[in-house]
């Protein structure tokens, strides 16, 4: 946002679930007067029963980038940054069948047969997340390809990919921080208030890190204290994956921030770096 005021340009939000409407305090979305002062795009754009992919994404925000003179991708979802920049290759939709016969083996069965008929795609892929190896395996049943070999070539890449990284310690003590906010401003309401409008039907949404451990807690696996537990140490291994993600995918230039700077001297240095005035 500190750039953005300062470069007169407006953020896209590259986040999976912040384009649903109504999970909010889960996905740290911007806050209504936040979008006043500066406007957002692909925020609040599907309802939580809606499906909403990469491909949609795409699409959308490519629409919106040709209406602003100064936009700025901001987020942390790899898939979504993959098909905006490499787009989504000859991959074809989903089989029910065949996704169907995939769901019913084991994640270490499915691994082993990724491996075996894919290993560039095995090696790059989230190992933990099931639905990404049943797609990756799906397509490759359907095509008789390897998944890694129906990747469009790179497209326009923007000017400038900016990563801030910061020391694991404090980054670990400001998620665990973060996560104790989103339970005291009403997470377990939200969610609450979210299954009631479908989101236990939407799959990729109720996926969603923090709510997918608050729908466990509602269902009574697990007690509330437990819950945050949970969703602090799961948000610190995805933070962790997506700095390996990032590092190893996009040609980002990582830059050094201590967690003492403010926004607004985050923002001075990376204008007084790349000079964007």
């Known amino acids: 946002m500190e750039l953005a005021k300062r470069l007169r340009g407006e953020i896209i939000s590259v986040d999976s679930m912040q384009v649903y409407r109504g999970m909010d305090i889960g996905t740290a979305k911007p806050s209504l007067d936040e979008r006043k002062e500066v406007r957002h795009h692909l925020i609040d754009v599907a309802d939580v029963a809606e499906s909403f992919d990469a491909a949609k994404f795409a699409q959308t925000a ?164 437990e819950t945050v537990d949970l969703v602090k140490m799961r948000t610190r291994q995805f933070a962790k994956r997506q700095m390996t993600w990032f590092k190893r995918q996009l040609p980002v230039q990582w830059i050094k921030i201590s967690p003492d700077e403010t926004a607004k001297e985050v923002a001075g240095r990376l204008i007084d770096i790349y000079k964007l005035v």
């Open 62 to 225: 490519k629409a919106a980038e040709q209406q602003i003179n100064f936009p700025i991708f901001c987020g942390g979802t790899g898939l979504y940054f993959n098909a905006l920049l490499l787009g989504l290759g000859e991959a074809p939709a989903s089989d029910p069948e065949v996704r169907r016969e995939l769901e019913r083996k084991s994640l270490g069965e499915l691994l082993q047969e990724l491996s075996d008929k894919d290993p560039k795609r095995f090696a790059a892929i989230d190992r933990s997340n099931s639905r990404r190896v049943v797609r990756a395996l799906e397509v490759i049943r359907m095509t008789g390809k390897p998944f890694s070999e129906q990747r469009a070539e790179w497209k326009e890449i923007p000017e400038l990919i900016v990563g801030l990284e910061m020391e694991r310690a404090a980054l670990c003590e400001r998620i665990d921080r973060r996560v104790d906010d989103m339970f005291r401003r009403g997470l377990v309401e939200e969610t609450q208030n979210l299954l009631k409008r479908g989101l236990r039907e939407n799959r990729t949404a109720l996926q969603a890190l923090g709510y997918k451990q608050v729908v466990e807690h509602l269902d009574g696996v697990r007690g509330l204290a």
